[in-house]
């Protein structure tokens, strides 16, 4: 009963203490925009401004095009930057309040701007603005020079025929150990005698490589590696050969603290698939989060911009179960919180100091083990964390915290891009214990606008979802991603 009665208190009180710290967030970032954002900027940078908006492509260098595809606002100031997210952000809730208010039919309808019926907060800046990224995918391909080994980044489409690949060095969301491991892995293949797998079915092996890296500035790579029809006898020989360019050749200066190597005749695959292969170091990193500690897998997810998702999970925490004592980080309220698609456990084990119990539900088996790893690691004892699909498992959770009577429910869900299956949002509206709602979204203008019209439309009972309607209440965007028009959405339903 703590938590419903905290709950229905604190929603003013949260949008008066988010307003009120925002406006100091907001004008400190103003004031010091160029401290960091002007680190590392490509030369040419400060001529090409909104004058001149006829450039043509020709006109421009590869690292310039490349830096338009990769990071297409670091020609912008961070403070435009951050506009410009916002007015995104407007436009799409505008659309649902559209929905809601029922001046929009249907998700095809013509845009329509609709006052919003929820308040949405300024986009919460990223502490760091340069060289943020802990995880990068360098790809192979034909360079500038049309050398076929060249580690970087794509400029064109395969679909054109015009892919060419250009080194990454200058990107502003680039840290240099990311683009120190890529220079020498293009030096390797370039000594190498395999060839490189530019497409599956023309042959060749060497594929791309992934960079981790921690704040402790642990460095893990990943080389992706197509066998074709090498025997392992002759795959070892070239994987022997790689370890000793990183460890003891002039590649030792990335100074791994682990090197993987993964061999498949697939795009993507995972551990189950296809093992990762520790050819040397540690098997996993470690990153610190708001005081918690999580071990990262080589295909483990985690938030790309690690100072940055400290502000985003502080504050899907304070919407999940919040704490109205400014100085009572630790103040528990009881019930429990529901984390679906809880990737590594990262939200439910920073939040569970607050509840009673956290039940964590997520697909990936590796990542179920990390997320275990990581209570146990935090000796977080009121976390449980189920493998499986979102839609096959939580129906049958939701039965039991039903008939367990266990209190007030809590839940956040974090989807991939393609939202959440309509069995969850089904079994999420029809459970009555769950008034409050945490959507996190990277894309709320694809299908997970889907979703929020789901849990706020009237009761249907032809989709079955019969529950009572939740109602967006406040939107808090939070910019992960520098320099690129994305950030991710968090958006408190409430009923």
């Not at 150990?177 to 395999?194: E, M, N, W």
């Amino acid at each position: 009963m703590a938590l419903a009665a905290a709950q229905t208190r604190s929603v003013l009180f949260i949008k008066r203490k988010y307003l009120h710290a925002l406006r100091k967030t907001c004008l400190w970032f103003s004031t010091n925009d160029t401290i960091l954002a002007d680190q590392r900027k490509p030369p040419p940078k400060t001529h090409l401004r909104k004058s001149q908006k006829k450039t043509t492509l020709t006109d421009l260098s590869w690292e310039e095009r490349l830096a338009d595809v990769v990071t297409p606002l670091w020609r912008l100031s961070y403070d435009e930057q951050l506009e410009l997210k916002l007015k995104h952000q407007g436009r799409i809730l505008s659309q649902l309040s559209g929905y809601l208010s029922g001046e929009l039919q249907s998700q095809s309808s013509l845009p329509v701007r609709t006052k919003l019926s929820f308040p949405v907060l300024p986009v919460l800046p990223s502490p760091v603005r340069d060289g943020y990224r802990n995880k990068s995918t360098f790809s192979v391909n034909r360079g500038v020079d049309g050398n076929p080994k060249t580690v970087g980044f794509y400029v064109g489409t395969g679909k054109k025929g015009n892919i060419v690949c250009v080194n990454g060095d200058h990107l502003l969301n680039m840290p240099e150990k990311h683009t120190r491991v890529a220079r020498c892995y293009q030096d390797f293949i370039r000594l190498s005698s395999l060839e490189p797998c530019l497409l599956f079915h023309t042959g060749g092996h060497w594929r791309e490589v992934t960079v981790r890296t921690n704040a402790e500035g642990h460095t893990m790579a990943i080389v992706y590696f197509h066998p074709q029809t090498l025997t392992p006898e002759e795959v070892a020989v070239h994987k022997a050969e790689l370890l000793n360019y990183f460890t003891r050749g002039p590649g030792s200066v990335c100074q791994l603290h682990s090197l993987f190597f993964q061999e498949s005749a697939m795009t993507r695959c995972t551990h189950e698939q296809s093992p990762y292969q520790l050819l040397h170091g540690q098997p996993h990193i470690y990153e610190e989060l708001l005081g918690f500690k999580f071990r990262i897998s080589a295909d483990a997810f985690f938030q790309v911009n690690q100072a940055a998702a400290e502000v985003l999970y502080s504050t899907v925490r304070q919407l999940c179960i919040p704490n109205p004592e400014e100085g009572g980080e630790r103040t528990q309220f009881g019930g429990t919180l529901l984390d679906v698609c809880c990737g590594t456990g990262a939200i439910g084990i920073i939040t569970s100091p607050r509840v009673d119990r956290i039940i964590g539900i997520e697909l990936i088996e590796q990542a179920v083990e990390d997320a275990r790893h990581n209570a146990a690691l935090n000796n977080v004892l009121n976390c449980e964390f189920i493998p499986g699909k979102a839609e096959v498992a939580l129906p049958g959770v939701m039965l039991q915290l039903s008939s367990a009577g266990g209190g007030p429910v809590a839940a956040v869900v974090n989807p991939a891009r393609a939202g959440l299956h309509y069995r969850v949002v089904r079994a999420l509206r029809n459970q009555p214990n769950i008034r409050r709602l945490v959507y996190v979204s990277c894309k709320p203008d694809g299908d997970a606008m889907r979703n929020f019209r789901e849990f706020c439309c009237a009761p249907d009972p032809k989709k079955k979802l019969t529950g009572e309607a939740f109602s967006p209440t406040l939107a808090v965007p939070v910019d992960m991603f520098p320099h690129t028009p994305h950030c991710e959405l968090v958006l408190l339903f409430e009923r």
